[in-house]
């Protein structure tokens, strides 16, 4: 499978969520979008979960065709339960499915629904990690002050606590982790980011941390990790790009121009990273970077059809009408002949055409009618199209 056609089978998910957004000023991101997989926290779980118990696993019957299995386990301490049950240690816990394991071996048991616990799967548990579960604030608590507890245990030698800390800050909003800049640590975080050993995972947030707490020497290293010609997809790059940028603003910005947007053996993912990198600037950066000049780098992207729907949606979101003409052009163009270029271009006219205040950067009444011209164009040969962008609006 070509590089293009890989990311045109992703671009559908990502192009679907840019576009429900497409008429917004800016986005608040709720978790990091460098973490791909981050798992829900085993606090949550715990707040959540209505009967919560330590347990060992006692006996399973596999089952059959007629009769489901089940899996019986023992208690060893309850945590918390719902009012009407009446489990306590030694207690046996009955559970209507299979689950293989070693007898004797430990799990986190959560349930909901009261006196007789719809039981979620049992969580793998070991004493390091039941400890250091019962010792973690409650998440009722300021995320900042939550999270200071969980990055003592970045890259903790028990998986558990490692995956379940990162879990903690993957999942955070990036202006909650934003105050504890002075407290990263830095050396560490740039072995993380050095070490094979480190899950792929992860490298996007530590390349988002690194950003916060970096010095010079960083710099030099960050650059020499983003300027690789790389084929295959590189886990985590979009968030190293976007630290990079938060240290070193404009300037950054023109050497990830120069090794990634003018350069025309760049692969479809480095680009798509990059621009990630771009639109979290704008979200995150707190004018870091200028906004004209992030909008003009996010236009250089519309010279790869790859991007072009995705790129068209940033444009539109961050009300750049200079590019009007030129994505009316593009509608017709050869390589951008792709539906969802086109319905991009469409949803961009939509905003572009409800003339707002344009000293907050919304279209004019110039702009709005000349977006509307563009439309009744575009509508008069696809009105189908044009009237399924318009179900957004």
């Excluded at 003592?152 to 558990?160: G, M, V």
């Excluded at 988002?208 to 985590?236: N, T």
């Excluded at 630290?243 to 947007?261: A, C, I, N, P, W």
């Amino acid at each position: 499978m070509t590089d293009r056609k890989r990311i045109r089978f992703s671009q559908g998910w990502y192009g679907l969520f840019y576009c429900l957004l497409v008429a917004l000023i800016s986005t608040k991101l709720i978790a990091c979008p460098f973490c791909p997989g981050a798992s829900v926290p085993l606090t949550e779980k715990l707040t959540h979960a209505q009967t919560a118990c330590l347990v060992r696993w006692a006996e399973a019957d596999t089952g059959t065709i007629e009769k489901p299995g089940d899996t019986v386990y023992k208690v060893l301490k309850v945590i918390k339960q719902s009012q009407g049950t009446q489990y306590k240690p030694g207690s046996l816990i009955t559970v209507n499915r299979d689950h293989d394991a070693k007898p004797g071996a430990p799990f986190l048991l959560t349930g909901t629904r009261g006196p007789q616990p719809l039981w979620d799967n049992p969580i793998v548990i070991t004493p390091a990690s039941y400890s250091y579960l019962m010792q973690a604030p409650s998440v009722h608590q300021p995320t900042t002050q939550r999270l200071r507890y969980f990055l003592k245990f970045l890259e903790h030698k028990d998986t558990i606590i490692a995956n379940d800390a990162f879990a903690e800050f993957a999942n955070a909003p990036f202006e909650d982790i934003t105050p504890l800049a002075r407290e990263l640590p830095r050396e560490k975080i740039h072995h993380w980011l050095s070490d094979r050993s480190t899950p792929a995972p992860r490298l996007g947030l530590y390349g988002l941390l690194l950003g916060l707490c970096g010095q010079e020497e960083d710099i030099r290293f960050m650059e020499q990790k983003i300027s690789i010609q790389a084929q295959g997809l590189r886990s985590g790059i979009g968030g190293l790009m976007s630290g990079y940028l938060m240290l070193t603003g404009s300037q950054g910005l023109d050497h990830l121009e120069r090794v990634k947007f003018r350069q025309k053996n760049v692969t479809p993912n480095e680009l798509f990273a990059a621009r990630e990198a771009v639109s979290f600037m704008w979200t995150y950066g707190n004018s870091r970077i200028p906004p004209e000049r992030l909008r003009q780098s996010m236009r250089m992207l519309l010279n790869r059809p790859e991007l072009a729907d995705l790129v068209i949606a940033d444009l539109a979101r961050w009300q750049d009408w200079t590019v009007m003409d030129q994505l009316v052009t593009l509608y017709d163009a050869k390589d951008y002949e792709y539906k969802s270029i086109r319905k991009a271009i469409i949803r961009y006219l939509l905003v572009a055409s409800r003339n707002t205040d344009s000293s907050r950067g919304g279209p004019d009444a110039a702009t709005a009618a000349r977006a509307r011209q563009y439309l009744d164009r575009i509508r008069s040969r696809d009105p189908q199209l044009v009237k399924r962008a318009e179900r957004f609006y």
